[in-house]
Nanobody
């Protein structure tokens, strides 16, 4: 199971770090991604990281503000979010899969609310 945490309420311009931890699964075996879903909108891609951690990719809307990383020893993937905007408000989900186009396992989501 994947468990996302670290969400909360923050003012615009602030920062948060989300974590995605796993039990019973070694995350280094998977491509990991972060997605988000705002009220009334479809889930959208935010960022992804390769198994090795050497390659990352981001949605244009978060590029330069968010950083995805992974710690194999802690079996955890992170999403560092800075310069947060009101439009970043959403439930954030982590996913694990065999490639960047397919995620088979999902966390329960963590709410991020950015007040303007």
């Amino acid at each position: 199971q994947l468990q996302a945490s670290g969400g909360g309420l923050v003012q615009a311009g602030g920062s948060l770090r989300l974590s995605c931890a796993a039990s019973g699964r070694t995350l280094s075996n998977y491509v990991m991604g972060w997605f988000r879903q705002a009220p009334g909108k479809e889930r959208e891609f935010v960022a992804a990281i390769s198994r090795s951690g050497n390659f990352t990719t981001y949605a244009d809307s978060v590029k330069g503000r968010f950083t995805i990383s992974r710690d194999g020893a802690k079996n955890t993937v992170y999403l560092q979010m800075t310069s947060l905007k009101a439009e970043d408000t959403a439930v954030y989900y982590c996913g694990a899969g065999p490639n960047y186009d397919r995620y088979d396992y999902w966390g329960q989501g963590t709410q991020v609310t950015v007040s303007s």
